[in-house]
């Protein structure tokens, strides 16, 4: 198994610009997890989806970001438009049915200028 | 709201000694308790976790225990080695959201 794959890996953008981020859970995995890694902040929950549905968007930071989850083997965040506030590493987690332990993907690292 | 308290934040340690990381929790229906270890730039991986049944797990030098009536769980790793350094995060789940509050997790740093 590949693991969880997200992309790119690095982004750059200028501020204002729209930015979307990918993630391919492990394939079997039902519940998908989107979260933001500050140094002040620490991990931050975005939103999690279960099977395909979003079950909790309390996490997100505003209007600007948005997810979601077409199939079970794709889920975008987009951020629209970017700040340099939203400076951060984004990573996408999935875990099987039930309360097991996440696997976390590389993570995408984004720098808005 | 819930809350997981994670100390120290930074925790020096001399090679071949013991290092304990705790945590708090704040949601009494918490049952799940996992540890992840995080080298720079990289992502957090799950070394070792526990359930809400049992008070203590082990793993070679890794163990974690649970106090459910003080809510908060410990990780403890032995023999420490170079290689331990990283940041650790605990978090706490409970079944009914599948989601994870993490602490804020303690930088290791293991001097040979």
């Known amino acids: 198994d590949a693991g969880v794959i997200q992309s790119p890996r690095h982004e750059v953008t200028e501020m204002g610009q729209e930015v979307t981020l990918r993630c391919k859970p492990i394939?079997?995995?039902?519940?998908l997890f989107w979260y933001r890694q500050t140094m002040m902040r620490g991990l931050e929950l975005l939103i999690y989806f279960n099977n395909n549905v979003p079950i909790d968007d309390s996490g997100m930071p505003e209007d600007r970001f948005s997810a979601k989850m077409p199939n079970a083997s794709f889920s975008t965040l987009k951020i629209q438009p970017s700040e340099p506030r939203d400076s951060a590493v984004y990573f996408c987690a999935s875990s099987p049915q039930g309360n097991y332990g996440y696997t976390f993907g590389s993570g995408t690292r984004l720098t808005v200028v | 709201g819930e809350n997981v308290e994670q100390h120290p934040s930074t925790l020096s340690v001399q090679e071949g000694d013991s290092a304990v990381i705790k945590c708090t929790y704040s949601?009494?229906?918490?049952?799940?308790f996992p540890w992840y270890k995080q080298e720079l730039g990289k992502r957090p991986q799950l070394i070792i976790d526990?359930?809400?049944?049992?008070g203590e797990k082990k793993d070679q030098r890794i163990a974690v225990t649970l106090n459910k009536t003080a809510k908060h769980f410990s990780l403890h790793i032995t023999e420490t080695q170079p290689e331990d350094s990283a940041v650790y995060f605990c978090?706490?789940?409970?079944?009914?959201?599948?989601?994870?509050?993490f602490g804020t997790g303690t930088r290791l740093k293991v001097l040979a």
């Open positions: 949601d009494s229906a918490s049952n799940y």
């Open positions: 526990i359930r809400s049944n049992v």
């Open positions: 978090a706490a789940s409970n079944s009914g959201t599948y989601k994870y509050i």
């Open positions: 394939s079997g995995h039902n519940s």
